[in-house]
């Protein structure tokens, strides 16, 4: 019997290792987490991530080879391999502050591993970090592990998306394992190998030295961002020139080179990790003196920050240029569809700039909490403060209720319920304030119906 711990009961860490579990019962997965109420949310009925599919895999095997617990260090003590999957926040403040991540919490976690460990472990980093973190963390174990204990790293970075966690899980497109070029890393790389093995396809466990491994993930993310600041610039001649963003991006994926996936312009993407892993990668090449590769990079989060304010702008412009205690109704908040996470969401930035211009924003999101919505609004480095939010926000309890009276309506997220199939639109157009505008910055609503009935449509990458 294989015993598996993993530090971090997160959004890589929960689901990344329940899967582990639905598909090996002969291994004992223990997912462990300094913060109780998490565990507790992961013991209950309500768990504390909402992912497609997830609730099935955690209540099937909860229990019998999958447990959740406070007590870290026995799970560390009874572990073989070890899952390191606690967060790296960008720093906020000292060296490198707003760019490098802040590895305090690896440290931590790594230090610990080392303190309490009674036999050899295999630890392995999954979550997201700068090149050459392995080697920091197998720093800390050597020099600090009990006499005759070994400690293997592998880089095993997750790429799961958030809303298809699960999915993603079960049929990756691959699995990325790093090791120490040494017979022992070796043979490190090949125990993880096998417990990927056993449900994923040989040729797509890939090993590779550890560095690359480390690498991959940010250039993987940094890349995709690109895709998406590359197709937002395009929106915006789009909308100057007459160009249709979707038709251009259908044209140049059509290319087999370029492909298809990932070219929906959009009001900006958020998450934890574009952001996130760019302004790394952009660290650490101002780290290595490289200034223009920097600059390459930065230039992609430059793009998706130009992107949300551009926007608004044209929001507050089309508002016959004042949105001064007019109402408007916010739909989406979290980053992406199918989610209840806000980190980075654009929902964010346009919130704040509208209620920089004085307007009222009611908002509606199906899986985010009023109390999540404010929390993120007054954080600081948002641009609103406690006073502005209770002045000019509500949270509504439906799509109905957020547009009643409104002037305008703002799509930030593209949940399937704001489709025109699923919300009645004729009904909405009747509650609202006249004209009715609607500003689609997800290019999910049929324009021309919508005119139909009477609103004024604006969408992302396309001019009237
Ligand atoms: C991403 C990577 O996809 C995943 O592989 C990695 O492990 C973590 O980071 P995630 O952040 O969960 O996953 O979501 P993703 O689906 O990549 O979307 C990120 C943002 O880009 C969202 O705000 C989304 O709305 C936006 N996006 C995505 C677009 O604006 N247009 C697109 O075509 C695709
Ligand atoms: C290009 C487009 O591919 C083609 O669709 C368009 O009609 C004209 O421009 P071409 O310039 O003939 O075609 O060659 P291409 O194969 O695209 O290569 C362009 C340059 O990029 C070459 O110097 C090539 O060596 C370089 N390249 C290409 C790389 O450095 N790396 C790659 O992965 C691909
Ligand atoms: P991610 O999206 O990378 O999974 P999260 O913030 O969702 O990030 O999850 C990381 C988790 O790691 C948090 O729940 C945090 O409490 C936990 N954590 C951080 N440091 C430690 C530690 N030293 N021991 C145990 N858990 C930790």
Not at 38 to 55: F, H, K, Q, T, V
Not at 114 to 131: D, N, R, Y
């Amino acid at each position: 019997m294989v015993n598996i711990c993993c530090i971090g009961a997160g959004y890589v860490g929960g689901p990344s290792c329940a899967v582990i579990a639905y598909q090996c019962h002969d291994i004992n997965v223990t997912i462990v987490d300094l913060n109780q109420a998490r565990i507790d949310a992961w013991n209950s009925d309500n768990l504390p991530i909402y992912e497609p599919g997830l609730d099935e895999i955690v209540f099937a095997r909860r229990g019998k080879n999958l447990f959740f617990t406070t007590n870290v260090d026995q799970a560390i003590i009874d572990a073989d391999l070890i899952f390191v999957s606690v967060n790296t926040p960008t720093k906020k403040s000292g060296m490198g502050a707003g760019m490098a991540a802040d590895l305090a919490y690896i440290e931590t976690a790594t230090r610990r591993i080392a303190q309490v460990s009674t036999s050899s472990k295999i630890v392995i980093e999954k979550s997201t970090v700068p090149c050459r973190t392995a080697q920091s963390m197998r720093t800390i174990l050597e020099a600090n592990s009990n006499k005759g204990i070994r400690f293997d790293i592998l880089s095993n970075p997750e790429f799961l998306a958030e809303g298809t966690a699960v999915a993603d899980l079960t049929n990756p497109d691959r699995v990325l394992i790093g090791c120490l070029q040494t017979p022992e890393g070796f043979a490190a790389q090949q125990k993880l190998v096998d417990v990927y093995s056993r449900w994923i396809p040989k040729e797509r466990v890939i090993t590779m030295n550890l560095w690359s491994s480390e690498l991959s993930k940010l250039a993987a993310n940094a890349l995709l961002a690109q895709r998406i600041s590359s197709i937002n610039a395009l929106s915006a001649i789009c909308e100057a020139t007459g160009a249709d963003v979707d038709e251009v991006a259908y044209a140049c994926g059509t290319d087999s080179r370029i492909g298809p996936k990932f070219l929906k312009a959009s009001v900006g993407f958020g998450g934890s990790c574009f952001q996130k892993d760019i302004l790394n990668l952009v660290y650490l090449s101002e780290q290595l003196f490289l200034p223009e590769v920097a600059a390459y990079w930065k230039s992609v989060v430059t793009m998706n920050e130009y992107q949300k304010m551009r926007f608004t702008h044209r929001i507050v412009r089309t508002l016959f240029n004042t949105v001064t205690n007019k109402k408007i109704a916010l739909l989406g908040f979290a980053f992406k569809k199918d989610t209840g996470d806000t980190r980075e969401s654009a929902a964010i930035t346009l919130s704040s700039y509208l209620i920089q211009e004085h307007a009222n924003i009611a908002i509606y999101d199906p899986k985010v909490s009023a109390k999540q919505i404010k929390m993120d609004l007054t954080e600081p480095g948002v641009g609103t403060n406690e006073a502005d939010v209770n002045k000019h926000v509500t949270v509504c309890g439906s799509v109905y209720e957020a547009c009643a009276d409104a002037a305008a309506i703002v799509i930030c997220t593209e949940w399937d319920e704001f489709k025109m199939g699923q919300t009645d639109y004729q009904k909405i157009f009747e509650s609202m304030q006249k004209p009715a505008f609607i500003f689609d910055g997800r290019l999910i609503l049929d324009a021309p119906k919508l005119r139909e009935i009477g609103f004024r449509v604006e969408t992302i990458g396309k001019s009237i």
